[in-house]
């Protein structure tokens, strides 16, 4: 029965170890996306929140609401990555923690 148990036990560590590093590697995503015409940069993090957004001087020439486009379709572009970069963690972490 002990020997029973002492399996038990490895796999629970185990698993609990893939939660940690499971759990890191999604903190850890920070994706940055520069507008084509390099006048907006975004920042976000593993859950798609805004932490950092760079306006070159020139694009607040223009018009304010094509900027704001601009700004928004800079940020869908990052979180498309964001999403690409989770799944591939969750991804891992499934076949992972399967085994």
């Known amino acids: 029965m002990s020997d029973d148990m002492d399996r038990i036990e ?3 560590a185990a698993q609990l170890e893939t939660l ?3 759990s890191t590697a999604l903190e850890a995503i920070d994706v940055r996306v520069t507008s084509p015409d390099g006048l907006v940069t975004v ?3 593993g859950v798609c929140a805004l932490t950092d957004l760079t306006i070159a001087p020139a694009a607040t020439r223009g018009d304010a609401g094509a ?5 928004v379709a800079v940020c869908a572009v990052a979180a498309r990555e964001v999403m690409v970069r989770r799944a591939a963690v ?3 972490f499934h076949e992972e923690f399967a085994n």
């Open 10 to 12: 490895a796999r629970a």
């Open 20 to 22: 940690r590093r499971t």
């Open 43 to 45: 920042r976000l993090d």
């Open 67 to 71: 900027l704001g486009r601009q700004i």
């Open 90 to 92: 969750v991804a891992a």
